[in-house]
């Protein structure tokens, strides 16, 4: 179901610098959402960095950017044109 | 001593009379050593007959009376008055109750009078020992309370605060308004629901006397009529009203989307939100369950956003202590879930709906401006089956009771529907059409002929998803015919339930409620907006499934009868309470726990009552293992007494 409105959930993208990493996991505690999840394979310091699990639930909150200690994280927001939130679609 | 007794017994027609042989007890009687004086009368309730007793209390210098009629609940207080006016104290009167207890349901009459004759010796034993008592007076705080803010909730609330009196008006949701405010007009004049109910939630907002708590809930209550005190538990916005500008600039940077609960989950919304534009408070709230925001590293994407910094994440739930004289409860209601509707798709089809979500599908703010569409596909849905009594009438499955608005908003439906889809087809299966009111028989007929809805008369048994369409089956028992209807789109006609927590809160208050959960009212005839605790008055949807004029009309009834107690400086209290032997008493506290009222408390060892918040039930005398508690004119003496009189001869 397709909520009706022009209220659209954020779109974005996440990108992980596997080998900035150093395998905290602080992203991956900290998503609200549990999108992220520590990975099996090793970065070239020999960490395991996390992998995108379900990028379905993201919603782009960009908490797993301000966490990180190394930087090896950042989301990019997709700009949509957002006209006429709820709110003001009534008013 | 012995006292002079006067005994009158009440024929009451052939009530009592055509079982009990009245001359016999008032003669029986009058041979008893304590009674000065005996007859009897056709209806002792009656002018002549209260004549009749006042006149032979000063006659016969009586100093108490026994009348033996029907239930002290009916007429106990006649008599007292009667006592009194003969010049005796009201508590030398007691009622022997023969109609009740004796001739209703006895059929031998000869037996009947031997049980009347002891029932009203009994009564004579009591009165014997009775004290003369004076009523206890007590102040009244002169202010109120209403708990839910919705058209009930609103109108008691405008009504109490327009005499003068403070009122405070709490309500758990964001913004007042409750369910009326999300209908898209209402039945039988289709007038619009925002239009007629926004004028009122601005009153409220801007009356002076009103002091409206919203997102808040009550905690705890303690005291009694005329002196409540209730903390109310006012959870935290994290938004501060007074700063915020309205801009609606946090909204658009929130990255979170939940379903609205304000259009029942067919629009999205942020974290941060206001429910509706009309919202009072015209206010923002945000929702700690969605929000990252609250984590201990937040997303504070809002407040970096919010210029004149109104939003503060660090807020804390907030205890508000108030004092009230009197309290209007009017809850309301919720829809019976669809989920629980396992014939109609238990909820997992999107294009079943239910009667609330339809409403704001119709609504011209609604999530489609006014336009009737799928919510599946956003297409204009060409046949739409309303399905009425879903989960109503139905004692097996779901509810027992009819909702009673059912047959009217669904015609309403179907004829909003029509007037949006001019060329759609909409049929209701109907059980029965129940349209009692003024104009709603007439509305249900303009359904059918001047739009054209189909009403098919029988249940529908089973409905399903084929070929992206909804697959109805059902019957139509007049034309004696299996249907199958595909549809675009269904409507259920959920039945109304009592608002979630409903029945916490009513334990909270020690309000009783009725087999459905409803709030129940002290006499479904004579007292409908009156609960059982004094004090607490019932209104709205809370009590039973009503429409809006009902409700309306039982909150104005409910203001009435709190302003009853509000105008008054003082309030009397039956002065029968409980009294403690304090040389008896040794402090063990079992009375304490078993007293349902918190009328006793420990001091120094020994019991206190606190003589307001008794009720005289006499737990507490049960309980005591040293006789050490009674209750005024009904001690284990008097009970002693009457027994003997009972079973003696």
């Not at chain 1, 999840?37 to 301000?66: A, R, W």
């Not at chain 2, 003969?86 to 109609?99: K, L």
């Not at chain 2, 916005?237 to 259009?263: A, R």
């Not at chain 2, 529907?417 to 759609?424: F, T």
Request: net charge negative; aromatic share 8%; glycine share 8%.
């Amino acid at each position: 179901m397709v909520y009706f409105g022009n209220l659209k959930a954020k779109k974005g993208e996440i990108h992980i610098n596997k080998d900035r990493c150093k395998g905290c996991a602080f992203c991956v505690e900290y998503c609200p959402h549990d999108v992220l999840e520590m990975s099996e394979e090793f970065n070239v310091k020999g960490y395991h960095p996390p992998y995108i699990k379900d990028e379905d639930k993201c919603m782009y909150c960009q908490l797993c950017e301000t966490i990180c200690p190394e930087f090896a994280i950042f989301v990019t927001l997709k700009d949509e044109e957002e006209e006429g939130e709820k709110s003001q679609s009534r008013s | 001593m012995k006292k002079r007794t006067g005994v009158f017994v009440c024929h009451c027609g052939i009530n009592i009379a055509g079982t009990v042989d009245v001359k016999k007890v008032a003669d029986k009687l009058g041979k008893h050593k304590a009674v000065a004086h005996s007859e009897d009368y056709v209806y002792m309730c009656s002018d002549p007959g209260q004549n009749l007793i006042t006149n032979a209390i000063k006659e016969h210098k009586l100093d108490s009376i026994v009348v033996s009629c029907c239930s002290p609940t009916l007429h106990e207080k006649t008599f007292q008055n009667a006592a009194k006016a003969g010049g005796i104290n009201e508590f030398q009167s007691e009622i022997a109750n023969i109609r009740e207890q004796c001739s209703w349901v006895h059929k031998d009459k000869e037996k009947a009078t031997i049980k009347a004759e002891k029932i009203t010796r009994s009564a004579v034993e009591r009165v014997n020992k009775n004290e003369s008592l004076e009523p206890i007076s007590f102040p009244v705080t002169r202010r109120a309370m209403v708990i839910g803010a919705g058209i009930a909730g609103i109108q008691a609330a405008l009504d109490m605060a327009n005499t003068g009196y403070e009122v405070v008006l709490v309500e758990k949701n964001p913004s007042i308004g409750g369910h009326m405010i999300q209908l898209s007009e209402t039945f039988p004049t289709l007038d619009c629901s925002q239009c007629i109910l926004s004028p009122k939630m601005v009153e409220v907002s801007k009356h002076e006397n009103i002091k409206l708590l919203t997102y808040s809930e009550v905690q705890e209550i303690s005291g009694y009529v005329g002196n409540f005190n209730v903390k109310i538990k006012k959870n935290p916005t994290f938004v501060d009203p007074d700063k915020c500008t309205l801009c609606d600039e946090c909204t658009k940077v929130c990255p979170v989307l939940t379903s609205d609960e304000f259009d029942l989950g067919l629009t999205g919304r942020r974290a941060i939100y206001m429910p509706f534009p009309q919202a009072i408070p015209a206010t923002y709230t945000l929702d700690d369950k969605h929000c990252p925001g609250l984590l201990p590293i937040a997303c504070g994407k809002c407040a970096d956003v919010c210029d004149p910094g109104a939003i503060d994440y660090d807020m804390k739930p907030e205890i508000i202590e108030e004092e009230v004289g009197a309290i209007v409860i009017a809850t309301g209601f919720d829809l019976y879930e669809k989920e629980e509707m396992g014939e109609y798709g238990s909820g997992k089809y999107p294009d079943v709906l239910d009667g609330l979500q339809f409403e704001r599908l119709c609504s011209a703010s609604g999530p489609t401006q006014g336009e009737v569409l799928r919510p599946s596909d956003h297409k204009v849905p060409k046949e739409v089956v309303f399905i009425q009594c879903s989960g109503s009438r139905d004692p097996e499955q779901h509810c027992a009771y009819c909702s009673k608005i059912c047959c009217m908003y669904t015609a309403k439906h179907a004829m909003l529907y029509k007037h949006h889809v001019p060329d759609g087809q909409a049929y209701i299966f109907y059980i029965d059409i129940r349209s009692g009111g003024k104009g709603y028989e007439e509305f249900v007929q303009r359904a059918v002929e001047e739009d054209g809805v189909v009403y098919l008369r029988g249940k529908v048994s089973k409905i399903f998803e084929y070929n992206g369409k909804i697959r109805v089956w059902g019957v139509d028992t007049l034309a004696g015919k299996d249907i199958e209807i595909d549809a675009d789109m269904v409507v259920l006609a959920q039945a109304m339930r009592p608002s979630k927590d409903a029945d916490k809160l009513a334990k909270l208050l020690k309000i009783s409620i009725d087999k459905d959960g409803f709030l129940q009212e002290a006499h479904p005839k004579l007292r409908p907006v009156e609960s059982v605790t004094a004090g607490m008055f019932l209104a709205g949807a809370a009590q039973a499934p009503k429409d809006i004029p009902e409700a309306v009309a039982q909150a104005s009834g409910a203001a009435a009868k709190a302003l009853a107690i509000l105008s008054q400086e003082n309030l009397f209290h039956s002065p029968q309470v409980a009294k403690s032997i304090p040389n008896l008493c040794t402090g063990c506290g079992m009375c304490v726990d078993v007293c349902p009222y918190d009328a006793l408390s420990l001091k120094n060892g020994k019991v206190e009552v606190n003589e307001v918040l008794c009720e005289g039930c006499g737990t507490c005398s049960a309980t005591c293992l040293r006789a050490a508690i009674e209750v005024k004119n009904i001690t284990p003496y008097q009970i002693y007494e009457m027994i003997n009189a009972s079973l003696g001869g």
